[in-house]
């Protein structure tokens, strides 16, 4: 939902603004977590280019983590392995 998010307001626009607006004053219960995010008290272009690279970067980990994920379960204990020869295969239904 925030990969969403930060897509969605980078379309620059009222909605897009107050959207930002918004979900950034959400941030605000945590103290410096807002102006470290957003650049600021205030939407603006440094919160718009954080937005923007946020938006590109997130998938990648995201991806990257999904692909070490399923690796090491099917290396580790799936009943479909990769080829690894291991014993400890841990069934996930009887």
Known sequence: MAIAFMGYV?????MSYWGATVITNLLSGVPCL???I???FYISNPTISRFFIIH???P???????YFHI???HRISSN???GYNTNNKIQ???
Do not use: A, E, K, R
């Not at 980078?10 to 009222?14: A, E, R, T």
């Not at 990648?60 to 999904?66: A, C």
């Open 10 to 14: 980078l379309p620059w626009g009222q």
């Open 34 to 36: 807002v102006p470290w």
């Open 38 to 40: 957003c650049g600021g």
């Open 56 to 58: 590109f970067i997130l």
């Open 60 to 66: 990648l980990y995201v991806s990257g983590f999904l």
């Open 71 to 73: 690796f090491y379960i």
């Open 80 to 82: 479909n392995s990769l």
């Open 92 to 94: 996930f239904y009887p």
